[in-house]
């Protein structure tokens, strides 16, 4: 019971605060088509990803570094796809440990990179991550990760 009342006040608390900046849940819309298992859902077409089925994490920026200086810094948005509604507040539990682990393993494909392109291909960022969420967070939680954003830009 205390569980389900703890529940009920994270929601009502975070729709308090999502409604103002304009972030609450999407609309559902009929003509998009149920997601196939193991790929994400995201709809091209639509500016923000549904709120009630996607756990977007806070940026990741990482320094690039030559010489020993830090030349440019990459950031990457991810978005965890939530297996059900009801999944958001155990994911944000181990949000901690999804981040730490991915940013060990980002630091490792993007700070020191010398051979090759000065970042690997998009996809392979999200293999990686996919596999560290389902790792930490279970297949219980996560269904599915999309990369919002990456890019890279010059220090200033």
Request: charged share 25%; net charge positive.
């Given at each position: 019971?205390?569980?389900?009342?703890?529940?009920?006040?994270?929601?009502?608390?975070?729709?308090?605060?999502?409604?103002?900046?304009?972030?609450?849940?999407?609309?559902?819309?009929?003509?998009?088509?149920?997601?196939?298992?193991?790929t994400?859902?995201?709809?091209?077409?639509?500016?923000?990803?549904?709120q009630?089925?996607?756990?977007?994490?806070?940026?990741?920026?990482?320094?690039?570094?030559?010489?020993?200086?830090?030349?440019?810094?990459?950031?990457?948005?991810?978005?965890?796809?939530?297996?059900?509604?009801?999944?958001?507040?155990?994911?944000?539990?181990?949000?901690?440990?999804?981040?730490d682990?991915m940013?060990?393993?980002?630091?490792?494909?993007?700070?020191?990179?010398?051979?090759?392109?000065?970042l690997?291909?998009?996809?392979?960022?999200?293999?990686?991550?996919?596999?560290?969420?389902?790792?930490?967070?279970?297949?219980k939680?996560?269904?599915?990760?999309?990369?919002?954003?990456?890019?890279?830009?010059?220090?200033?």
């Amino acid at each position: 019971m205390k569980r389900l009342i703890k529940r009920v006040f994270i929601a009502l608390v975070a729709g308090f605060i999502l409604a103002p900046t304009g972030l609450g849940a999407a609309s559902k819309s009929k003509d998009i088509p149920a997601p196939e298992a193991g790929t994400p859902s995201y709809n091209a077409k639509k500016d923000r990803l549904s709120q009630t089925r996607y756990y977007t994490m806070k940026p990741f920026t990482l320094p690039l570094l030559a010489e020993r200086r830090v030349i440019e810094q990459f950031t990457l948005v991810i978005s965890l796809e939530m297996v059900d509604e009801e999944a958001r507040i155990d994911i944000s539990r181990v949000v901690p440990r999804i981040r730490d682990t991915m940013y060990q393993t980002l630091f490792q494909m993007v700070t020191f990179r010398r051979r090759g392109a000065p970042l690997p291909d998009v996809d392979m960022f999200k293999q990686r991550m996919l596999k560290i969420a389902l790792k930490v967070a279970s297949k219980k939680l996560v269904k599915g990760i999309i990369v919002q954003q990456a890019f890279k830009q010059p220090v200033q």
